[in-house]
C-alpha cells in the first residue's frame, strides 16, 4: 500500500543532457527517455512559446514556416539557449513525472569535463528553473567510465573516449577520480558539418543536418577504404547553381575524406591524453586498452583508426549511447558510495 503511494510523490532522476539528444534515468527504473535535444518555439504575442520537443521538434529542424523556430538549445555539451533548455528541461521532468502529485526532483546531471563554472551554473540553474529541488552535477568522463562498467574506484587506470554530439570527453581514471580529463569540441555535430561542407564544396548540393547524419550512419567511416569506394547511398538536397532539387550518389570514400580532420582532431586528443598520463597508469591502459563510449563511437572503424594511432587495444562499450546516462544514474542510486565523483556548483 505505501509503495503505491509513494509512487505518486516525485522520483529522483540522472539526465545526461547531450548536444544531440538527451537521457533520463529514473531511480529504481533505469532510462525511461531518449529524445532530440531539440525545441520548437512559436512567437505568440511577441513572444516565444514552446510548441513541441524532442522527436517531434526535430522532425521540423528545417522545415518551419515564419513564427515557428526550431533549435537546439545547446551546443558544444553546454547551454547556448538558457529558456529554450529550461523549457526543454521542464517538459521531460514532466513527461516522466506524469501522473505523480509532486514534481520537484533531485536531479543528477552530467557536464563536459571542460565546462567553465559560468557553464556549470547555467545548467544547475535551467535544472532549477525546471522545477528541480536539488541538483548535482558529475563530469561526463566519469559518468561514462561508470556506465560502461569500468573499474573507476579501483586503484587501476582506465581510460574513457565519450564522443557525443558536441564534444569529445577523454578521461583517465583511478581509485575514484579524474587524473586527467580533456574536453574537446569535436563530435558527431561537427562530422555533420564536415560532410555538408564536403557536398556542397564538391557537388554544389546544399542537404540538412537531418541528411548528413542519416549520411553519416548508413555510409560513415572514419578510414577511407584502400581499394574501391565503399558503399553507396542516393541524398537529394538543393542543387546551389540552379536552385533546384537535385539527387546525386555519394560513396564511403567520399564521405570518410570528408571527415578526416574530425577524427584527427579525436586522435590528436587521444594521444596528448596518454602524453600527460602517469607512468603507472599508462602501464594499466596498455593492458586494459581504451574503451569508447557515445554516438560518436558507432562510427564506422573509429575504433581501428585510434588502435593503429596509438598502439593501444580499442574497445566500444556494450551500450555505447546509454553509457553516461546509465552511469549518472548508478551515481544517483548509490550517492553515499559516490560522493567522491560529484559536486555541487555554488
Not at 569529445?168 to 555533420?192: F, H, K, N, Q
Not at 553516461?324 to 542510486?333: H, N, S
Request: proline share 4%; hydrophobic share 40%; charged share 25%.
Amino acid at each position: 500500500m505505501f509503495g503505491k503511494w509513494f509512487d505518486f510523490f516525485s522520483t529522483d532522476m540522472a539526465i545526461d543532457l547531450g548536444t544531440a539528444n538527451t537521457l533520463v534515468y529514473v531511480k529504481g527504473k533505469g532510462v525511461v527517455l531518449n529524445e532530440p535535444s531539440v525545441v520548437a518555439l512559436k512567437e505568440e504575442n511577441g513572444k516565444m512559446k514552446p510548441r513541441a520537443f524532442g522527436h517531434e521538434a526535430k522532425l521540423m529542424l528545417g522545415r518551419t514556416p515564419s513564427g515557428i523556430i526550431a533549435t537546439r538549445p545547446l551546443k558544444d555539451g553546454v547551454i547556448a539557449d538558457f529558456n529554450g533548455a529550461e523549457e526543454m528541461i521542464k517538459h521531460f521532468i514532466e513527461t516522466v513525472h506524469k501522473g505523480k502529485l509532486l514534481r520537484n526532483p533531485l536531479i543528477m546531471i552530467c557536464v563536459p569535463s571542460g565546462s567553465t563554472q559560468v557553464e556549470k551554473r547555467a545548467i544547475q540553474d535551467a535544472a532549477r528553473e525546471a522545477g528541480a529541488r536539488e541538483v548535482f552535477l558529475i563530469e561526463e568522463p566519469m559518468a561514462a567510465a561508470i556506465g560502461a562498467g569500468l573499474p573507476v574506484t579501483e586503484p587501476t587506470g582506465s581510460m574513457i573516449v565519450d564522443i557525443g554530439g558536441g564534444t569529445t570527453e577523454i578521461g583517465v581514471i583511478s581509485l575514484g577520480g579524474i587524473v586527467y580529463a580533456d574536453s574537446t569540441r569535436v563530435g558527431g555535430d561537427a562530422m555533420d558539418q564536415a560532410i555538408i561542407s564536403y557536398i556542397r564544396r564538391y557537388h554544389n548540393l546544399l542537404i540538412g543536418e537531418s541528411t548528413a547524419e542519416n549520411i553519416k550512419k548508413e555510409i560513415g567511416s572514419a578510414l577511407i577504404p584502400e581499394k574501391g569506394d565503399g558503399d553507396e547511398m542516393n541524398i537529394k538536397g538543393r542543387d546551389l547553381i540552379n536552385g533546384v532539387p537535385k539527387e546525386i550518389t555519394l560513396n564511403t570514400r567520399q564521405i570518410a575524406e570528408s571527415l578526416q580532420e574530425s577524427v584527427q582532431q579525436i586522435v590528436d586528443a587521444v594521444k596528448d591524453a596518454l602524453e600527460k598520463t602517469p607512468p603507472e597508469l599508462s602501464s594499466d591502459i596498455v593492458d586494459k586498452g581504451i574503451v569508447m563510449t557515445g554516438g560518436g563511437a558507432l562510427l564506422k572503424d573509429l575504433g581501428e583508426v585510434i588502435k593503429k594511432a596509438t598502439g593501444l587495444p580499442v574497445y566500444t562499450a556494450d551500450d555505447p549511447l546509454n553509457c553516461v546516462a546509465t552511469g549518472t544514474g548508478r551515481v544517483l542510486e548509490d550517492i553515499r558510495k559516490f560522493e567522491h565523483v560529484w559536486f555541487k556548483q555554488e
